[in-house]
């Protein structure tokens, strides 16, 4: 199962440098950091940075580089935090359009690691207009905005603003989820690097290349 290559597309919300305060800039070490980590799980990963400002364009762009760099992708998934008015503002959300699977593995993965955080509308929500539906109905596979905090709710904010690489790897064990691969398999193999094993490997060698 090591080199599937389940394909799984990335795309850092947002043009670059805008969002809410740092929000891009986050997002794009946690993308970076996931691309990294499902390399080593075995999936094929494409990280989207987009380059067009118009909204529609935009997401345009997006479909043709995902489908030319993935033929067959699995999953879409835009990577957002929140921001609002009020700083009273908490909790996460993840957004769907056409099929909630996705981002109910994704939304149960972050919430068993940040089981304090408030599930906004019960953590998942379907979204056919405004902000986000765009990028979730022109994706070309099962997409899903994860918007895992607020960035101005201060306790939020203490708690997540270095936490990219923890809620990364929650977004990973959704994709892991969803994709029914196992999240395990990079670690070392219970035989790999122990003496035993090379040992057993030099006596199969020399077997082999013993003069008959
Ligand atoms: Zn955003």
Redesign the pocket.
């Known amino acids: 199962m090591k080199n599937h290559n389940t394909e799984i597309a990335l795309v850092v ?2 043009y670059p440098h805008s ?2 305060e740092g ?1 891009w800039e986050w ?1 794009k070490k946690c993308g970076e950091y996931m691309q990294q980590r499902l390399e080593g799980l075995g999936f094929k990963v494409y990280l989207h940075i987009h380059a067009i400002r118009g909204y529609g364009a935009r997401q345009d762009a997006m479909r043709e580089a995902v489908k030319d760099n993935l033929p067959y992708c699995k999953a879409v998934i835009e990577l ?4 609002a008015d009020s700083e009273q503002a908490h909790g996460h959300e993840f957004l769907y359009n056409a099929t909630p699977k996705l981002a109910e593995c994704l939304q149960g993965s972050f919430k068993k690691s940040f089981p304090e955080s408030t599930a906004r509308d019960g953590g998942t929500k379907q979204r056919s207009t405004g ?2 539906a765009g990028f979730l109905i022109k994706a070309p596979a099962a997409s899903c ?1 994860v ?1 895992p905090f607020f960035r101005h709710n201060q306790a939020e904010w203490e708690q997540f603003s270095e936490a990219w690489q923890k809620v990364g790897d929650t977004y990973i064990a959704g994709i892991c989820d969803y994709t029914g691969i196992s999240y395990e398999q990079d670690k070392p193999q219970k035989d790999d690097l122990t003496l035993e094993s090379l040992d057993a490997r030099v006596k199969e060698l020399e077997r082999i290349l013993k003069p008959r």
Do not use: K, P
Request: proline share 0%; aromatic share 8%; hydrophobic share 15%.
């Open positions: 919300g947002h969002g809410a929000e997002n957002h935090y929140n921001d902000d986000g905005i918007e």
